[in-house]
């Protein structure tokens, strides 16, 4: 039984068929709607975390030489997503405070202007 759950891809998988959300692309000498370039931000918002995670699994070459059972390569993969996803969220940038002049610096040493 299937779900038809679309699955987020790259542009690799367009014309697959409606199993796959593939972002917009665009037509020869015309640009992008601002709805469809919104849905293309948000549809990699949500991919990069798993792209990231894939490219850490490729680096750290954890599954090149495997001798153990899939069980064990799967958690391994989703000990690696889970890093992954940590990191992202220690990373995230707060805005910055925002000085009387319009530009973000710190405060101005005593006696100096």
Known sequence: MRLRIPALADMAYTGAGCTFAVPAKRAPRKELSVRQRSLNRAHSRLRHPVERGV???????????????????????????????????????????????????????????
């Not at 390569?73 to 707060?94: P, Y």
């Open 55 to 113: 490219a850490t699994v490729k680096r750290w070459r954890i599954f090149h030489h495997a001798r153990c059972s899939p069980d064990r390569l799967t958690s391994a993969a989703k000990a690696v997503l889970t890093l992954e996803l940590q990191t992202l969220k220690r990373l995230t940038v707060r805005p910055a405070r925002v000085g009387r002049r319009g530009r973000c610096c710190p405060r101005p040493m005593r006696g100096v202007r």
